[in-house]
């Protein structure tokens, strides 16, 4: 595994465009900050293009979209095609709403994305295959995940991360799984779209995005699985204050004791 | 008090679709999710049909209203009716600005409600009975809180929870108070938006709105109760990340020990 | 240093009207509310005339501006100069964005402002001087920061905050630095929308801008120096809980004994 790109980051400072939902968008900046990216999140087309050329990655977050964000979606995915910069969908709950899945497809045929991160429920709706979701949750699924996650892969022609208690990561032949984690995560509204961020955050700083699927995912299974293990009960408030946190202390080191990845 | 209602929640984690004010979103979110409920927020009202099928609740949180929003506020309340799915509404700052008391009112000719939750300005608003609202505050006023909120309960058909140091809770004839919480409460921004989303958390799984709106204020408060009995100094947003956690750990036999209505 | 305002404040509990960003508005509304004032968030155009009538002050913060959101900010620019409330200014990103730098323009052609709360890329581009903004942060610049501070406080007839390491405070002639703080503001998203509405607070309840935006800057930076001095790391989020509870917290006494402005 590529740590040397966390310490890569941290030295670049990458700037990260969200068009974000607003239920999370203040833990996924937080966060974003601690780990050492810069986040930008603009809601307005008219300084799409600036925002882009500004920032080394975008963030496409489905999660409280309207036809007017869908719109901004669009112009910001065909700018940073443009202009090169890597675009990371988050498709947040597709899985449960067939509105959601037709804009997500109809987005994935409008511009190129290098990384789709969702749960085995979006990854699912998204591959057309069989999984049960539950509102916006994953969702219980009998479907084998790693067959799901390659055949999105394959289908958008780019890096999938299937996230849940372990990751998934596929570039549509090779397969890594993340083991790391803990199950607060569940308890933490935003896990998944913090994890979509930093993504976007690594794709700034390189382009093998397979790599960078990896190292995101275990930056930030790692650095709960660290948290979770200091706290003496399931304090999912606690668990954000001290993710984002150790976000910003974790070490190389630190990860590489707990690493556990296939 | 009917504390099974918790247990039972925790069992079937209710979907809970809340049109939520763009301030305490995120709190209200974790709240929901550390109770044990499953929050959705969309704000686009193309896939309202789907939110309110998915959902077990809906809440309909004034605190941030926009035309575009009000338009989606209609949509979806009346939709709930048809798929009679309880809605829960929070008439934030109708006590003090004259535009949103007259959105509420026609909100509430436009579709049924099973709850609303307002401090006592609020409440005395919708009733059009005299008391002084102060901004988005309750105010002091020196009306009968009792008198009041059964005001509002029969005018408008439905179960009102008039919260603040005591929330006093009526179907328009029978009436209970609850006694339990803290004065960190006020400090914290949210306490009575949170409370409203988890008012429909509980509407989700049972028929019985006054009970339901007891336990709702109960477990609230009084686990705000026991997280400001640890605290040695008022630390606002130090009780907000402990309350949340308490949502999540507080067990049936706590809130007995300290619970005081009647 | 005026410290006294800081008593007054909480007496007096002011409203602050803030069209916010909605990134950091939850942190800005529980810090005003900690600190003793009363926030109000709005964002429709049909309730602007009542929010600047029931508000103190209004800060206006350009975070993310739609062009929607940019039609409320005029007219209730225009309303708070018609009722006399003083309006703080929040320029985000004007150093990054021409669009934005446009707008903000236009923005203080419209109406006037009594301050100007930005950082040193944000305040140069309004004064059109040299400086190299990098996203939204305050880049690295060799500009003298009380020349470009002066000129923007000269240009737009307001007292400028050019906050950052050290805080620039000036009314075009005057000038103040504000020595205290910690590098954690920099890990913090949001300080600066916090302090922009902070300094709101004040203007509600003294007419001297200039102490006011001093007072605003001790106030702040103080607390975030009395929490940082008891950190053991660089928590972020930590930081974040205890500097709102510190706004609650703080006394005089505590802040006179770490004063360091000149």
Request: with cysteine; aromatic share 4%; proline share 3%.
């Amino acid at each position: 595994m590529e740590l040397r790109l966390l310490t890569a980051l941290r030295a670049q400072n990458p700037i990260v465009f969200n068009i974000a939902n607003f239920v999370t968008v203040q833990d996924v900046a937080n966060g974003l900050n601690a780990l050492g990216a810069s986040p930008i999140m603009s809601a307005e087309v008219q300084e799409a293009e600036t925002m882009v050329q500004i920032a080394g990655a975008v963030c496409i977050n489905l999660g409280t979209l309207t036809e007017l964000q869908i719109e901004q979606m669009r112009v910001v995915g065909r700018l940073a095609n443009q202009y090169h910069k890597p675009v990371v969908l988050d498709p947040v709950a597709v899985g449960a709403v067939p509105y959601r899945k037709r804009i997500a497809q109809e987005l994935l045929t409008t511009f190129d994305v290098a990384v789709i991160r969702g749960n085995a429920g979006e990854i699912a709706a998204l591959a057309d295959m069989d999984w049960q979701a539950k509102g916006i949750d994953a969702g219980t699924g009998t479907g084998d995940l790693i067959s799901i996650a390659k055949a999105c892969a394959n289908r958008y022609h780019c890096c999938v991360i299937l996230s849940g208690p372990t990751d998934v990561i596929t570039d549509g032949t090779r397969v890594v799984q993340v083991h790391n984690g803990t199950p607060l995560f569940q308890l933490h509204v935003g896990s998944g779209d913090l994890l979509s961020s930093i993504v976007a955050a690594f794709t700034a700083i390189s382009s093998d995005t397979f790599e960078v699927a990896q190292t995101a995912c275990l930056v930030l299974a790692a650095s709960g699985e660290l948290v979770a293990s200091q706290l003496t009960a399931d304090r999912p408030a606690t668990f954000t204050v001290e993710l984002v946190d150790k976000l910003s202390l974790v070490t190389v080191p630190e990860i590489e004791a707990v690493e556990s990845l296939n």
